[in-house]
């Protein structure tokens, strides 16, 4: 807050973040979204169920691990996954430090099942590959950072969004419930997290088609996809103007 006492400009991601700055700073706020990289914008629309080597006709939940804490959403996946792979494919990026430890689990937990193929876990994803996966998926099971947020939201996906406890990051609840509260997404704060909570958000969101609809539009709606271009462009009209 110090500092944006000397912004000539100061960038927000949600509309109740101008809750943050006093009225006397409110001025030179603006509402520009969270970048997101230029490749990822469109999710592949044709081949990605070929490319991940998915079957065409069963829904898809793609998990977002990411690094920073997913442990704990690592490990609750992990234990659903039985009862998930019998109605779902599960494309699960689980953070490449993770990765063998989430692999070992799944052999033994799925050592008998007959769909275990129907999960795809990874410990990273190239930039094809994630466009591949969210091209698939029909919801998405991420952290709440402000960048997976905004590239789910430019995805257009309807999403269930586990923030990080608040007591080691604060601002991913606030992202969470700020997005949430745009229709676009459902929390599950991860003290209440379970396989069962988990599985039974996931299952209400697959019996309520019209949910999922209202869900994608508006995530749609609340992606700032311009959001680049516009701190771009306000950063070298600064620079212009201080030129010389």
């Known amino acids: 807050m110090l500092a944006a006492s000397f912004a000539k ?3 927000i991601s949600y509309d109740e973040a101008y809750e943050h700055f006093p009225q006397k700073l409110r001025g030179k706020v603006a509402l520009t979204g969270n970048p997101v990289r230029k490749d990822l914008v469109n999710p592949a629309k044709e081949g990605s169920h070929e490319f991940m080597d998915l079957e065409q006709n069963v829904p898809v939940i793609f998990v977002l691990g990411g690094s920073l804490g997913a442990e704990k959403l690592n490990d609750v996946v992990l234990s659903a996954l039985p009862e998930l792979v019998a109605r779902y494919q599960v494309i699960h990026q689980a953070g490449q430090a993770n990765i063998k430890p989430v692999t070992d689990t799944a052999r033994v937990a799925l050592e008998k099942n007959e769909r275990r193929y129907r999960y795809k876990p990874f410990g990273f994803l190239s930039t094809l590959a994630m466009k591949m996966a969210a091209g698939a998926a029909d919801v998405v099971v991420s952290r709440a950072g402000s960048g997976s947020i905004a590239e789910i939201a430019s995805w257009g996906k309807p999403s269930i969004l586990v923030p990080i406890p608040e007591e080691v990051s604060r601002d991913q609840r606030e992202n969470a419930f700020a997005y949430a509260r745009s229709g676009a997404a459902t929390v599950i704060e991860q003290n209440n997290l379970t396989p069962h909570v988990l599985i039974a958000e996931i299952d209400r ?8 609809t209202d869900m994608a539009a508006a995530a ?11 701190l771009a462009t306000a950063l070298l009209d600064t620079a212009l103007e201080h030129e010389g």
């Open 220 to 230: 749609a709606k609340f992606a700032k996809r311009d959001a680049a271009t516009v």
């Open 205 to 212: 969101l697959f019996t309520n088609p019209k949910a999922r």
């Open 9 to 11: 400009k100061i960038a």
